[in-house]
């Protein structure tokens, strides 16, 4: 069921919510969207946050040798983008990663569907912008907030306006779609070469500083590390030369080594292992980029050309 | 506040035994009985030193035993240090698939060895191990790991040696590991295991192959920068799996055509 709310119902809805959840939401704090702890509905932005909001399932750096835990987190205003990739990401380590399933369990992500095409985003690549998984899903247009929840969630909904169209996310999601175009993937685990200059072209610009991991939503590797506080997991990047290293040698001495893997995990090997592709479009690994190389050419490059 | 279950925790127990094999490779034996079949690995860890994926070197039932060559931190922290407590999780990983096949020949350079003393005393306790042949490659004599059991299995199945450089007391064979592959190829309808060095594996493979073994017999223990053993640290993959998750053992003809199975 789809309902139909004011602004109003919004700020009714989030205080239904905050009875049993602590209420993060997107909002603009210096200049920057970020997520913090909100009290009221008119708080959130609808804007696309600085960074996505990976760290509310998997820290930055904690200790394991800790209990994992959570509390009851409620996230309003994530972008569809984002959240698709925690849906991604719970399809290796979900039910693995102790830290990670726990908070994935007890954190309600509220997701806006945006209505323009972020610049760079190519989300319609990957079915995006309107979700299929979700927890409840929120689409703004002019002064209506169309809501949909799953099943876990359908009980905030009861009693606000069910919709009289009950088609709104189909019909956005085609308008989009068909405003916005998409990239089309082409069977890229198939297309994409071993040996293709694209991994010594972007080597030669690369500066190795794991942004592109940092931002992303679906890029899940972790450090392993004790220090003298206990032992850390800690947010990884494949970009890195240690990633790989062994007693008996490193299988990725080279920058063009780790970009290829880098490309070959999201659009291959996941694929293979999977069934799907370790990428929504969100663009942050290309906005984050500071030296501009863009996972857009991977898609699109020519590669019976070489 | 909800918590769940720590995978990542550790069980903390001493070794009842120690033992220099060589000048860098020693055995630790706790009392813990081997809960693994030949294979599978545990994760060892020292409390701010690290962890350290360690395959199981005793056969199910038998107390829990690891042979380690000391290069990494971890792994030179326990042989400095031999009375302090070791972290254990696993075990991890698959296991050697002997049981149905033919004939085995399992190929081991280095420190590859202690997977296959595993998979002897696994074969040993079913009474199959006639249908084993263990081909052991040592750099020198000086580096000859299980020197006991080796005259022990010399006598209970089919155990050939053979050291890349030897010394004068050596009266054995000298020369790699792959120039043993052409006196087993009689076996050739079998299985080969191969555990060791990636260059070693490489060429065994090669050698393998080249005696009538098919790649789809061809078993390999890979090893990789495995940091959590539980398919979420994401540094241990080959092509499309997680080495920790779907091997460290794989069927050769499964991964031959991934440009980094060997490094």
Redesign the interface.
């Known amino acids: 069921m789809i309902y139909e709310l004011t602004e109003e119902d919004m700020e009714r809805l989030l205080q239904k919510i905050a009875e049993e959840y602590d209420v993060f939401g997107s909002k603009e704090e210096l200049g920057e969207v970020v997520f913090s702890k909100i009290s009221s509905f008119s708080e959130v932005s609808e804007k696309k946050s600085s960074y996505s909001p990976k760290d509310f399932l998997i820290k930055r750096s904690e200790n ?9 987190k409620a996230v309003i205003g994530v972008k569809s983008c984002d959240l698709r990739g925690f849906y991604l990401m719970d399809l ?2 979900l039910n ?3 830290f ?3 908070r994935r ?2 954190t309600l992500f509220i997701n806006f569907v945006c209505t323009e095409m972020c610049p760079g985003g190519f989300c319609t690549s990957f079915g995006g912008p309107v979700l299929d998984d979700y927890d409840i899903q929120v689409l703004h247009i002019g002064q209506s907030y169309f809501v949909e929840a799953d099943p876990r969630y359908e009980r905030y909904l009861a009693g606000f306006r069910p919709a009289s169209d009950q088609d709104v996310f189909v019909k956005h999601s085609k308008e989009f779609n068909r405003k916005y175009g998409k990239i089309e993937l082409n069977g890229i685990e198939k297309r994409m070469k ?1 040996s293709s200059k694209l991994w010594t072209e972007f080597a030669n610009y690369c500066i190795s500083c794991g942004a592109c991991n940092y931002s992303c939503p679906t890029c ?9 506080t ?2 850390k ?1 800690e947010w ?1 990047s ?1 970009i890195l030369e240690g ?10 001495p080279d920058l063009s080594d780790r970009l290829r ?1 880098r490309f070959y ?1 999201k659009f ?3 694929k ?2 999977k069934g799907e592709y370790l990428c929504t479009g969100c663009n942050r690994c290309v906005d984050d980029c500071p030296v501009d190389i863009d996972i857009k050419e991977v898609i699109t490059h020519d590669y019976d050309k070489e | ?9 550790p069980e903390k127990m001493k070794p009842i035994r120690f033992r220099m094999e060589t000048d860098d490779t020693y055995t630790i034996v706790f009392s813990k009985r081997t809960m693994s079949h030949a294979g599978q690995f545990y994760m060892l ?7 350290s994926p360690i395959s199981v070197a005793s056969g199910f039932g038998n107390p829990l035993t690891f042979s380690i ?1 000391a ?2 931190s971890v792994t030179k922290y326990i042989m400095d240090h031999r009375d302090s407590a070791i972290g254990l999780r696993g075990p991890y990983g698959n296991t050697w698939p002997w049981k149905g096949a033919d004939h085995i020949v399992a190929i081991a350079g280095g420190i590859g060895i202690p997977p296959i003393k595993a998979l002897i005393e696994d074969m040993e306790s079913e009474g199959n191990l006639s249908d084993l042949t263990v081909l052991y490659g040592a750099r020198s004599p000086k580096d000859i790991v299980y020197k006991n059991e080796i005259e022990a299995w010399k006598k209970e199945l089919d155990f050939r040696i053979t050291v890349d450089n030897g010394d004068p007391s050596w009266k054995g064979k000298v020369g790699v590991v792959t120039t043993l592959i052409p006196g087993v190829e009689r076996f050739k309808n079998g299985s080969a295991f191969v555990i060791g ?2 260059i070693m594996m490489k060429f065994s493979v090669q050698e393998l192959i080249k005696h009538g073994f098919s790649p789809e017999n061809i078993y390999l223990s890979l ?3 495995m ?2 053993g ?6 241990c ?1 080959i ?3 997680y080495v920790c998750e779907s091997g460290p053992i794989f069927r050769y003809s499964d991964v031959m055509n991934e ?2 199975v060997f ?1």
Request: net charge negative; proline share 6%.
């Open positions: 394991i040798l800790e209990i994992p835990r959570a509390e009851k290796q380590i693995k990663d102790p990670y399933t726990v369990q007890n071993w899940y590797c972790i450090d392993v590390y004790d220090d003298e206990g032992r997991k990884d494949c990633f790989t290293k062994t007693a008996a040698g490193n299988v990725r893997q995990h291959k090997y996941y293979l292992s | 506040m909800i918590t769940i279950k720590n995978e990542y925790l860890s020292v409390d701010g030193v690290g962890e060559k290069v990494g060095p990636p090893e990789r920068r940091e959590c539980i398919g979420v640290c994401g540094h993959n092509g499309q799996w440009p980094e490094l």
